[in-house]
């Protein structure tokens, strides 16, 4: 048999450098590696961040629809509120609008009340025929189940005092409830102290007379 040809010093030189290259081969695959994995957890990352901002538009957009609905709930259940018109319900129809001067009139049998409805003029119970007052006078109310804007309206029950003026524009009086309310719709709405103005002027949005 032949001895090799190769020798010791010939082929560790060989051995070596393949070592070394694949010693230095060693961080680049690592680093590969490593950014393979940076770039799969960056990947679910914005996966996950993207599926979380979507849930969160989702939450936000159902929050303010039902903010937006609990905002108009209340506008759309909103009671009428009487107490502005009471001389258009409890003085215009106790007035003879063809009477000249003005005259009263009985004005339980249009606003359908019960028999335990009273009106008095000025602590008298009201005369149909006698003459409305032209100093200030008081008109006062105790309502049993009364619908003075028809029975699609409100229903006036308890007891008010209107201390009525006339006016060069219509009629002013100040309002003093004892216990008065009006329900409609199935909601029950106390008349204010206040005062009050017939005519009004509606189109205008407040409560100035019309001139």
């Not at 996966?47 to 039902?66: C, D, H, I, N, W």
């Not at 329900?183 to 100035?208: F, L």
């Amino acid at each position: 048999m032949r001895p090799s040809t190769f020798s010791e010093h010939s082929v560790f030189p060989y051995i070596a450098a393949r070592r070394s290259a694949f010693l230095a081969g060693k961080p680049t695959l690592r680093a590969a590696s490593l950014l393979t994995a940076v770039g799969l957890v960056s990947a679910l990352g914005y996966a996950l961040g993207l599926a979380g901002a979507l849930g969160l538009g989702a939450m936000v957009s159902a929050t303010s629809a039902r903010a937006g609905r609990a905002q108009l709930a209340p506008a759309a259940h909103a009671a009428f509120d009487p107490s502005r018109f009471i001389l258009n319900a409890l003085l215009a129809p106790a007035l003879d609008a063809e009477a000249v001067p003005l005259r009263w009139v009985d004005p339980r049998p249009a606003l359908r009340c019960g028999p335990g409805t009273v009106v008095r003029v000025d602590g008298m119970p009201l005369r149909p025929g006698a003459l409305v007052p032209v100093a200030p006078f008081e008109l006062e109310w105790w309502t049993d189940e009364c619908y003075p804007f028809g029975l699609q309206g409100p229903r006036f029950d308890g007891g008010v005092k209107l201390t009525v003026f006339r006016e060069d524009w219509g009629f002013s009086a100040m309002v003093a409830p004892s216990g008065l309310y009006a329900v409609h719709a199935g909601n029950q709405t106390r008349i204010r102290r206040g005062a009050a103005r017939m005519p009004q002027c509606i189109e205008a949005g407040d409560s100035r007379p019309c001139r």
